[in-house]
């Protein structure tokens, strides 16, 4: 059974929780304290607050997903891990688009997008380029065998 807990001028009340639509559930992650009360999950439904929170989610999440791609852009893995980061980019993106979406401004909404749209961009970009010098290689080395097999004659 679940809460809500009111507080009204040093006053709290604390009473069943009604059903909510169009809130922001988070689960905050607090060390045991014998002064603190246990609290398994919120429901924010202030609007203001509602969009501060999303925008701090979706930093946290981009940050991560950023750290990513720049390490698998400076590193030289195989077209199969950044085809896993490719993968993380867009699960955020339907994330973004299904969560986020009805939540937040416009501009906001669009800021993020073209933010992971970018991030997108960037990984797609390492893909084919590692496709490239694949292609290369495989060239180079069909080159020189049929050299080596040109002087063995």
Known sequence: MSYQIRKEKNKKNLGKRKPVCQGVKMNPKLRNHRDLIEVKEIII????????VLKLQFQVAFRRLFKIVMDSIEDDGTIGDTNIVLDEILKAKKILQKKYKNQIKNEE??????????????????????????????????????EKKGRGR
Not at 45 to 52: A, M, T
Request: proline letters at 2%.
């Open 109 to 146: 909404y669009r800021m993020m997008w073209n933010k992971m749209s970018l991030l997108e961009k960037e990984i797609t970009n390492k893909i084919i380029l590692q496709k490239q010098r694949q292609e290369m290689f495989q060239r180079y080395m069909e080159e020189t065998k049929e």
């Open 45 to 52: 439904i202030n609007p203001s607050l509602k969009e501060k």
